[in-house]
């Protein structure tokens, strides 16, 4: 028979006087408790390097030629002017425009379609066939040029806007069809599902559900093929021959010479090339972290 004695539990053992008490857990410093200047001083220092080659470019671009102000006064545009006239700067403009827009249209409807493929449709060479479109990234563009060369001979589109959209086109896809599969992924399949069951075709539940929640994909994609084209150099210097067929980085090619450059026009053809870019991106910069953010984590 247990006695209550026995039953109770044994008292705790008492800690001996020698035993030193266990240290607290370090506390780590919240958000609010950093020092501002260990935000404030990187921050300072990575706007210098940003902004000063930025803040150079416009003095150059906006000072009367030979002087040697650090400020823009007085500020004067005939850079400007001249780039823009006297040297065909809005030819090479319109240029730029038309083959970036015709680029980004292109690039967009051929990788919705592949990557639509790819994110809902299994078939034998699925693994391989996305292994090739990786290693295609690896190809750098210099080595395309003799082939595609030949091709455009042949085709008779050498010196034609045309090649150029083709092989911005060409190059651009493999990167933004992955895009595309792992933003139509991230749609659940029982949407397109439910589309079916209540009549709608392949085709009308693609347009009606899954495209409408593939807008910021869509202009991650594109804007990227827009401002690829319009930065390109390559492919235009070797396809494009007359002056009234170049692009803006051709044309920023044309205003150095062996002997001399002429900085301030130079400057101001910088400005002119860099405004669209930075236009564009300022006006989809919600959407286009919205796309990537979401084509990053596969569903």
């Known amino acids: 028979m247990i006695t209550k004695e026995a039953a109770a539990p044994a008292p705790a053992p008492a800690r001996a006087d020698h035993e030193p008490p266990r240290p607290a857990k370090k506390r780590h410093p919240a958000w609010d408790e950093v020092p501002r200047w260990q935000i404030y001083l990187p921050l300072g220092v990575y706007l210098v390097f940003t902004l000063v080659p930025f803040y150079w470019i416009l003095l150059f671009a906006l000072r009367p030629s030979g002087s040697t102000s650090l400020v823009p006064w007085p500020m004067t545009f005939d850079h400007f002017e001249k780039v823009w006239t006297d040297r065909s700067f809005g030819t090479f403009f319109e240029n730029s425009v038309y083959v970036g827009l015709a680029t980004l249209v292109m690039t967009t409807l051929v990788a919705l379609a592949g990557g639509y493929a790819l994110a ?3 078939f034998k060479i699925k693994r391989a066939f996305m292994l090739a479109l990786l290693c295609s990234q690896f190809v750098p563009g210099a ?14 589109m050498i010196n034609s806007l045309g090649s150029v959209i083709i092989a911005e086109t060409v190059f651009q896809l493999p990167l933004s069809m992955i895009l595309i ?3 139509i992924k991230n749609v659940p399949y029982s949407l397109e599902e439910a589309a079916w069951v209540d009549g709608c075709g392949r085709m009308r539940a693609f347009l009606v559900v899954v495209l409408p929640l593939l807008r910021p994909g869509l202009i991650a994609v594109g804007s990227f093929a827009f401002v690829h084209s319009w930065n390109h150099f390559l492919f235009a210097l070797m396809f494009l021959n007359n002056q009234d067929k170049q692009t803006i980085p051709v044309g920023l090619n044309t205003l150095m010479s062996a002997d001399s450059v002429d900085l301030g026009a130079l400057a101001a053809g910088g400005i002119i ?14 959407w286009l972290i919205t796309g990537f953010s979401a084509g990053a984590v596969k569903g």
Do not use: G, H, T, Y
Not at 143 to 156: H, K, N, T
């Open 120 to 122: 809902r449709f299994d």
């Open 181 to 183: 599969s792992n933003f």
């Open 273 to 286: 090339a860099a405004v669209p870019v930075v236009l564009v991106f300022a006006f989809i910069q919600k």
């Open 143 to 156: 080595l395309l040029l003799v082939p595609l060369f030949e091709i455009f001979a042949e085709l008779q």
